[in-house]
């Protein structure tokens, strides 16, 4: 298996602007999660999928961020507008069972 | 809160030592992983753990869940060991509490 698939692997946009990032999970896989990692805060879990249904969306920062998962094989985490303070890392896992299993994520710089 | 805490923060590390690291949990070890986050910023899976022990080659690991607590050690290390390594355990069926890390450093 090719393990979790994110794009793009990097991401430098303007302030305002709208951002995408795309992710695919391993086949099989029921249950994928959003991340953001930064060096103040860490890993943290922005959005939970099982069965393509949002679990639990309490760690979206705010409105500017939304997350859809259309189809097993296919989610996106957008930012509509974004900020310089966005500036992070994403992370996209899917997870079999207990054990997740992340992507190699989306390095994000908004100027 | 669940509390995850790992030691050493920092390890520093000739080529070819062995090391420990540690992980305690303040409440039960559910569905413990171990991951190796390397200098490019990949999280890649060592092992998932809940209990006993595991080996991946130069990897091991054993968690004492009664006692509430993970090693993971490394033999025989290697520069490409140089990353943080995480452990993290799963609560509410699906959240991972990560802990702070330990940073190793391997020099050659």
């Known amino acids: 298996d090719a393990g979790v698939i994110q794009s793009p692997r990097h991401e430098v946009t303007e302030m305002g602007q709208e951002v995408t990032l795309r992710c695919k999970p391993i086949?099989?896989?029921?249950?994928l999660f959003w991340y953001r990692q930064t060096m103040m805060r860490g890993l943290e879990l922005l959005i939970y999928?099982?069965?393509?249904?949002?679990?639990?969306d309490s760690g979206m920062p705010e409105d500017r961020f939304s997350a859809k998962m259309p189809n097993a094989s296919f989610s996106t985490l957008k930012i509509q507008p974004s900020e310089p303070r966005d500036s992070a890392v994403y992370f996209c896992?899917?997870?079999?069972?207990?054990?997740?299993?992340f992507g190699p994520g989306t390095r994000l710089t908004v100027t | 809160g669940i509390q995850v805490e790992q030691s050493p923060p920092d390890l520093i590390l000739q080529e070819g030592a062995n090391s420990t690291l540690r992980c305690n949990f303040s409440d039960s070890v559910n569905n413990l992983q171990w991951f190796h986050q390397n200098p490019w910023g990949q999280l890649i899976n060592l092992f998932y753990?809940?209990?006993g022990t595991k080996q991946n080659g130069r990897l091991s690991a054993t968690t004492v869940a009664t006692e509430r607590y993970s090693l993971l050690y490394i033999s025989s290390s290697q520069t490409t060991d140089s990353g943080v390594y995480f452990c993290a355990r799963t609560w509410n069926d699906y959240k991972l509490s990560f802990g702070a890390g330990t940073t190793v450093t391997v020099r050659a």
């Open positions: 753990i809940p209990s």
């Open positions: 896992a899917s997870r079999s069972n207990y054990e997740q299993y």
């Open positions: 999928f099982n069965n393509n249904v949002p679990i639990d």
């Open positions: 086949s099989g896989h029921n249950s």
